[in-house]
């Protein structure tokens, strides 16, 4: 007959090793390495208790390593200037001399359930927005961004209509429609400036973004004018803890990103 104290001794690790793999997952959504690697959160979930009660039964010893590891690496994130340090690099602010550009070039972002321009790309329509109106004769291209639960139906057009439409001016505006990545962008910006023989554009993307995005497009043989736009999710350069917990997760987002376009010669650093 099987005792309790057994059962219990052999419930024991299973469950040690469901319990590590969750503070594993919360870790690795705290640095970004979910967001860098598109990992659903709410099916990771389930999907990490059950790899928990497997691993459990076998090892737990490296799964500890590995907690200890990540932990370190976001309280290193958090308290030191370390990440500030190395996305410093990553972010590319040319003088925005209007006087030769052709065009002024948005990259998107996310929207909300409802439609609505959210987050990093509100800071880029707005500032693109900003730009153009120093010269309203200049064409605004603008990425649409499309829902993906619901992208027949749902797509930001109509709420960055309604923000160009606040400051009139003389330039049209032309709309890259259900692009997916900052390389659908460049190519398909890039297709468009070439049939309007334009030499020079200015790219208007969040901080983190500018310096693969301006990349991409040069590759394809485009000049351009790389501009900041201002980030309102968080500090920047970060003063608190919620900054550099964002500009962490933003680091290794780009640096993940910035691996795959130079393998695939999509861009160079430069």
């Not at 919360?26 to 967001?35: F, H, P, Q, R, V």
């Not at 001399?97 to 972002?109: E, H, K, P, Q």
């Not at 780009?254 to 160079?268: N, V």
Request: net charge positive.
């Amino acid at each position: 007959m099987i005792s309790a104290a057994r059962v219990r001794q052999g419930a024991e690790a299973p469950l040690q090793g469901a319990l590590l793999m969750l503070l594993i997952l919360a870790t690795c959504w705290i640095i970004g390495l979910l967001e860098a690697f598109g990992v659903n959160r709410p099916l990771a979930i389930p999907a990490s208790i059950v790899v928990g009660l497997l691993l459990g039964t076998w090892t737990l010893r490296w799964m500890y390593v590995v907690l200890a590891v990540l932990m370190t690496a976001a309280a290193i994130g958090i308290w030191s200037p370390l990440v500030p340090m190395l996305a410093a690099p990553f972010v590319r602010s040319d003088p925005p001399n209007l006087a030769n550009v052709d065009a002024v070039f948005v990259f998107s972002g996310s929207i909300t359930s409802r439609g609505l321009v959210s987050g990093e790309a509100i800071d880029r329509l707005l500032t693109g927005i900003a730009l153009r109106a120093k010269r309203p004769e200049l064409p605004l291209i603008v990425s649409v961004q499309r829902s993906p639960e619901r992208p027949q139906r749902l797509s930001s057009m109509p709420d960055q209509q309604a923000l160009i439409g606040l400051v009139p001016a003389s330039g049209g505006v032309e709309w890259i429609d259900s692009v997916a990545s900052t390389r659908d962008e460049a190519v398909r910006l890039t297709r468009r400036a070439f049939q309007a023989r334009w030499k020079r554009v200015a790219l208007v993307t969040s901080p983190m973004h500018t310096r693969r995005a301006c990349a991409t497009v040069e590759a394809m043989g485009m000049a351009v004018t790389c501009v900041v736009a201002p980030w309102r999710v968080a500090g920047w350069p970060p003063r608190t803890a919620s900054d550099r917990i964002f500009l962490m997760r933003r680091l290794i987002y780009e640096s993940l990103a910035w691996a795959q376009y130079r393998i695939t010669g999509w861009a160079s650093w430069s």
